[in-house]
Every structure is written in structure tokens, then in C-alpha cells.
């Protein structure tokens, strides 16, 4: 009896512990002889001159209104079944990822933007249900493309006995990610691509290590080799982003900390900010928010990426300016547009593949049995650019194909008696893109 007591017991607190920490980043944080290394540990200042110097000479573009200084390719491998037919479910999965990173980047104003490199399947399904300790490393760099921000995606990811819904493997570079994530996963991730750290690193840790409450708490005289702030060289090491404690149980559905007798080793209580995108705060939805220090993070190491020439935004070289409908170069991924709104689309290179261009897919939806339409596109002649294009049914039977032969400007092109449901129009470009071209299309 005693005997089966403990087997319940340790089943019972296996199953708690997985569930509470079910969505954890596997992410191992720096440890201090790494961190020290930091050039802005113990010293945060360096992060506003960075900044104010990085933003006075930095090019950019505007996008929604905010300044972009880099847009960065991000290649998926998606791990499945030999006879895997699910390519339509995984690229609605993929543009979801890719349109929720650039979301909150934008709403933070980060100066980096993401689009979609290339989607490559590897059809192993031992794969699909991930070992983090005995294949994580073995994919990441085994399945890894130069220039790009590599992103695994997997059925699931198992490490001991808990489930993480995504890691960053910082000697192989590459991101693993759980198809069923939140929509902050892979920018929290990302967040550790360019440098940043877990907001409650060491907060279980001894006053040597844990990060005060007190933005102006010093080490104590035994601390050796400590000096200064802790804010500046413990936690994250990052004073604008507030101690804390690991938030997974300690935020309750409505956005509120409920730890409210949590104190530091200082005996000062915690007051996290519980939106941060690099805390553990659960519900994930929760999270929204970069600090300007995390934000200086990022960008100090997109500058000293070994691929950043190819990032940033060069206003002469303007070959990869996507617009607000990326990534929709496949019917899967095709946004859906309103009838009689004017809408903004690019074509733009492929980033590292020659002779292949941009596809825009988008699709509409009628809603009575018969259907009187005009596609209008206008286009700058400047632009010089000969279009083909292709309306589809929602069974991908082709209704209509139209080949310009001659650059002329503005196309209108009527179609009659369409039965009501979604269609969807498949854009090319007949011309060789050599810098971006846009255009206007219009459902009418």
C-alpha cells in the first residue's frame, strides 16, 4: 500500500509540474563568467549611447509608420510523415508565426522586421515528437541554411518530463518551436537570438547573484569581484526591465500578479512588470512589451551579426521591401482581402535565390449565388512591369488567366456570373525584378 502511495504520489506531482510549466522556453540562460562578458554588464549606459549613435547614422524605411533598420529571412524546417499531407495546415501555421513576430516587433517599435526565406520539409517522422536532450542539437545542426534564422518545427518537445514549446540553441543558432505555441514563442525566442535574457534569471539565488527590487540596491562588501547596481550585472542585467520572480503561477487571467508576498532577499516585495516578452508570465497572452535596454540589446547585436550586411536597409538597394500581406507566396497562404478596398502589395527578390521572384497570392469571398466583378491594379509605368494572372475557385479549379504583353499602367478586367464563395488570384510578375515594384489592386 505504501508502495503504491509513492508510485501515485511522484505520478501525480510529474503530471502538476508538467502542466504548470508546460509552456517553459528551454532556454539555458548565461551563466556569470559569460555574462560578465556582456559590454553593457555593470554598465547600462552603454546601451543609451548605442543607441542615441545607432539611430543618428542607422539607414532605414518606414513601415506602418515605424522605423525598420533591419528585415531578416527566417527559413522553417517542418519535421513530418513521409506521406505527410498537412502542407496547407503547416503554412497557415508558418504565416500565423511570422505575421505574430513582426506584430509585436512593430507594436514595440524594435527597428527589426521578419519575412519568410524558404519552407523546407524533412520527412523523418522520429522527429515530429522531439527529444530536446538527445535530438535537439543533432537537428539544429544538422538542418541549418547560412544567412538566415533557422526555425524547427515539431509536433512536440520533450524535456525530462515536461513539454517546452520552444528553445534557442545558442551554439548551433537555430530556434526549435512546437506547432501549438503562443503567438510570443518565437519572439521570445528570437529575443535570445540577439542577447537577451530571462527577466528572472537567478531570482531563487543568493544576494551575490539575484537581481534587488530596488533599482538602486548595491552587493553587499562579500560579494567579490560584484560592484555596483545588481540591476546592471544580476538578473538580465538590464535596469529597466524590473526584478522578478519565474510568473508562471504567479499571474492569474486577468493580467494580474498575484505574488504579492514574494520578496527579494533585501526583503523588498516584487512588483514585476508581468507583459514583458522575456518572462515566464502565463497566460502568454500577457505578454507584449520589450524595454527600450532590451530593444538596444537587440539592434547592438543585429549590428554586429556577421550577416547584417545583408539585413539592413539599404535605400539604393531596395530588393527586399515586403509589404503588410508577407508571406503569401502560396494559395495556403494567400491573405484574405474586403471587396472595394484598395490594397498596397510588392514584388520584391527572393533573399539568396537567383532567378526566382515573388508570388502574391490573396484571396476574396462573394457572398451572393451570382457575382458582376472588376480586378482593378494600377501600377506606376516607371515601374515597368507585365503582369499574369490566375483566379482559382475554393476547389483550385482555374477560372480565368491573364498575360499582359505590354506595361499598361492600369488594368481593369471583368468577370461575370462568379458563384458565391472564396476565390483566390495568384499574382506574378512577368518582368525581372531587379528592385522592389509595387502596385494597387481592388476587388470591385
Not at 529571412?73 to 505527410?84: E, G
Not at 535530438?135 to 538542418?143: A, D, F, G, Q, S
Not at 529575443?191 to 552587493?219: I, P, S
Amino acid at each position: 500500500m505504501k508502495i503504491l502511495f509513492i508510485v501515485y504520489f511522484l505520478f501525480i506531482t510529474t503530471y502538476l509540474r508538467s502542466q504548470i510549466f508546460q509552456d517553459d522556453c528551454g532556454t539555458s540562460d548565461l551563466n556569470e563568467k559569460n555574462i560578465s562578458k556582456l559590454i553593457w554588464y555593470g554598465n547600462n549606459s552603454f546601451l543609451y549611447d548605442f543607441l542615441k549613435d545607432f539611430e543618428k547614422n542607422q539607414e532605414f524605411q518606414f513601415l506602418n509608420k515605424k522605423k525598420i533598420y533591419y528585415k531578416i529571412p527566417l527559413k522553417f524546417w517542418v519535421y513530418c510523415h513521409k506521406n505527410d499531407k498537412k502542407r496547407s495546415e503547416n503554412e497557415k501555421i508558418i504565416k500565423k508565426i511570422v505575421s505574430d513576430i513582426n506584430f509585436h516587433n512593430l507594436e514595440n517599435e524594435t527597428g527589426l522586421i521578419f519575412f519568410l526565406y524558404e519552407i523546407e520539409y524533412i520527412k523523418k517522422k522520429h522527429f515530429i515528437k522531439l527529444n530536446y536532450f538527445t535530438e535537439y542539437t543533432k537537428i539544429t545542426r544538422k538542418y541549418r541554411d547560412k544567412k538566415v534564422i533557422n526555425v524547427h518545427l515539431v509536433g512536440s518537445i520533450k524535456k525530462f518530463s515536461n513539454y517546452v514549446k520552444g528553445s534557442y540553441n545558442k551554439f548551433t543558432l537555430g530556434i526549435i518551436l512546437a506547432k501549438k505555441t503562443s503567438s510570443t514563442t518565437l519572439t521570445h525566442e528570437v529575443g535570445h537570438y540577439f542577447g537577451l535574457l530571462h527577466t528572472h534569471r537567478n531570482w531563487r539565488m543568493g544576494k551575490c547573484l539575484q537581481e534587488a527590487v530596488d533599482r538602486n540596491k548595491k552587493y553587499p562588501f562579500y560579494c567579490f569581484f560584484k560592484k555596483g547596481k545588481t540591476c546592471e550585472s544580476s538578473g538580465d542585467g538590464l535596469c529597466d526591465t524590473p526584478a522578478e520572480p519565474i510568473l508562471q503561477k504567479f499571474v492569474n487571467e486577468k493580467c494580474e500578479f498575484i505574488g504579492g508576498n514574494l520578496k527579494d532577499n533585501w526583503g523588498d516585495f516584487y512588483k514585476p512588470s508581468i507583459n514583458n516578452i522575456m518572462s515566464y508570465t502565463n497566460p502568454r497572452s500577457c505578454r507584449d512589451n520589450f524595454t527600450k535596454e532590451q530593444i538596444a540589446v537587440m539592434l547592438y547585436n543585429a549590428k554586429n551579426d556577421k550577416n547584417e550586411h545583408l539585413w539592413e536597409i539599404q535605400k539604393d538597394k531596395n530588393i527586399y521591401d515586403l509589404d503588410n500581406f508577407e508571406p503569401d507566396n502560396t494559395k495556403f497562404m494567400a491573405s484574405e482581402i474586403k471587396k472595394n478596398e484598395k490594397t498596397y502589395h510588392t514584388f520584391h527578390k527572393k533573399f539568396k535565390k537567383k532567378g526566382i521572384q515573388d508570388i502574391d497570392w490573396v484571396k476574396f469571398l462573394l457572398k451572393y449565388k451570382k457575382n458582376n466583378i472588376e480586378i482593378e491594379i494600377s501600377k506606376e509605368k516607371s515601374d515597368n512591369i507585365n503582369l499574369h494572372l490566375s483566379l482559382y475557385d475554393s476547389n483550385h479549379k482555374e477560372i480565368m488567366t491573364f498575360i499582359e504583353t505590354k506595361n499598361e499602367g492600369n488594368l481593369k478586367i471583368p468577370l461575370k456570373n462568379l458563384d458565391k464563395g472564396f476565390y483566390f488570384l495568384k499574382i506574378e510578375s512577368n518582368t525581372k525584378i531587379e528592385k522592389t515594384k509595387g502596385y494597387f489592386l481592388n476587388i470591385k
